[in-house]
């Protein structure tokens, strides 16, 4: 089959690997229709994710359709065309027990502080992803959900992450009737945030970016003032005067490792690795929010230490709540979302390119060129 | 007179725009204002349906000595086998998870010392292939640059990351650099004592 390969830093290709094989009686293989490049792909493409080895094949964000089940799934059949989940989760540990499905403790052998992501690193597991033309998928009576009838492609590959991630990272914030949210970054995490913070009664929503296309699109998709931190001279005193210096009441933090805005705190963690990433939004969030406040963290760091300005976040008293998304939980009321209108993931596509041409289509993403906010991957498979 | 702001007295702020005027302007708006209607309230469920048939899951079958945490009490039932460790790399990543724990900084710096050394393992092996490991995939990064319109969406516009976006080349083709250098100097040192 062709899969998406790992190089090395800033270097993949599409090669020819083996059709994925049944490891274990719960397991699926899923011949992949569509997949999409996250925003948190683009820390492996850089070399940022300790134990990234050669030859792997990155994408959690895939849906497809059933090729072979094992002999233990009660669940699926062949043909039926499922969503799956970014997390590798058991469903029976401890964690996944209590709905913590992405902190399951019975997929990674490698680290105990995060669960199981396909395609992420030899941290989260160990598993290949989704952008080939075939994907082993563990627990297939757990994790994968036929996709509804009336859902399109393009809205049930975007809800295996991006959308229930941004969702998530709203709830993170806690937001009550008429709070001001704050949140940084207008990729797909932050449009989904922005977009979900109204639903839950948000007063006020401001969207902080420094690409003014994806801020254009803050305004069209998710109706949110925007600041472009590159006009301002200090984001923090720009926050405190729109509120009246009181600071927000909720801040979230949609971007992770590779925040820009901060030269030193970029050239130590993107481009020199000396930290788990860039928190410079996270700083941001947190010095902007008011006192008493909640910062919610849906951006994805790296397991080393960041220089995050934890004495702030101490002496203001936050509530800072953050995880990786438990995405299957998410579901249900995403979908009525969808179907209601109240959520629209396919207007955050920008590109949809064949699988050969993924080299072009990360460099592209990561390089932020034509107006890129959300990529779309095809298998010839499919 | 000064004027007062917001945080210096106890009232809340008005809300700018009103609950009905957010509802007409925002379609959904409050339809989760209950924490109830949210998914991930309370953070914790206990015995939530899962799907989960079993206790514990069947054990994966092991087919080579699996790397682990040693924070784990046991192998987890379940695993990736991509990409199994090899070579002076997997040595050095063996012994990252055999000795330090994920709480200590050398675990994660031998680690990714481990993924440089396999990578330039690769690409040092791709050049006895058909398809050579190049410093740069230079095809694809033209092909984006001219698609993408790479001059267009980078200057004139409001970015913070064009500040630093040239130093990706440098980061990738440092390494190359160094190592042809080292190369070209071991080779003279070796053929200078013929």
Redesign the interface.
Known sequence: MQAMVY???????V?EKDVPRI????DAIIRVALAAICGSDLHLYH?MM????????FGHEFIGVVHEVGS?V??LKVGDRVMVPFN?Y???CYF??????SNC?????????VG?IYGYS??T????GGQAEYVRV??A??GPTIIPDWMADEDAVLLTDAVATGY?GA??G?IR??DTVVVFGAGPVGLVAAR?A????A??VIVVD???YRLEKAREFA?AETL????VDDVVVFMKQT?????ADVAIDAVGAEA??D?VQ??TS??L?MQGGSPTALNWAIDSV?KGGTVGVAGAY????SAVKFGDAMNKGLTLRMNQT?VK??????FE?VR????VPHEIVTHRVPLS?I??????FS??????IKVLVEPAAA | MTEV???YVAD??A???T?EQ?RA?????????D?Q?????P??????E?????????R??ETYP????I??GM?????????PLHGVSGAI?RYA?ARYS?GR?AH??L??V??RV??FG??VR?FATL?P?LP??V???V???V????LR??FG?????V???W??PV??LAPWVVSGWVGYRLTKAVLGRR
Not at chain 2, 157 to 161: C, F, H, L, P, Y
Request: aromatic share 8%.
């Open positions: 190089r090395g830093p800033f270097k993949i290709r090669e490891e274990h009686p719960n070399g300790p134990d990234t080895r050669i030859g792997t094949t233990s009660q669940h590798v058991c469903g029976s996944c027990a209590r709905g913590l499905y403790h019975n997929v990674n052998p490698n680290a105990t502080a199981g030899h941290t597991g160990g598993y290949d563990p627990f009576d757990v998530f709830e993170l806690g009737e008429g979900s109204w639903l839950m009664g007063g006020r420094h690409l003014d109706y472009n931190f590159t006009q509120t009246d210096y009181l600071g820009d805005g030269l970029t050239l993107s481009k690795k008011r790296g397991p080393v230490f438990p939980r998410e579901w249900p009321r995403l979302h209601n209108g109240y959520l041409e080299p072009e289509a990360y460099h592209l390089a932020k060129l034509d107006n890129c | 702001h917001r945080p809340k702020p809300q700018r725009e609950n957010l302007r925002i379609p959904g708006w409050g339809v989760d204002l924490p209607d949210r998914p991930g309230y953070r914790e469920q206990p015995g939530i899962t799907g989960a048939h079993w206790e514990l899951p069947e994966q079958e699996r790397e682990r945490s924070e784990h192998l987890p039932p379940v695993f990736g086998t991509v990409a990543k998870y994920e900084l994660w710096l680690l990714i481990g993924d396999e990578a690769a690409h791709s398809h490991d740069v995939k095809g694809a990064v092909a984006a640059e698609h993408g319109e790479g969406s980078r516009q409001r970015r913070s990351d500040k630093h976006q130093l990706d980061v990738v």
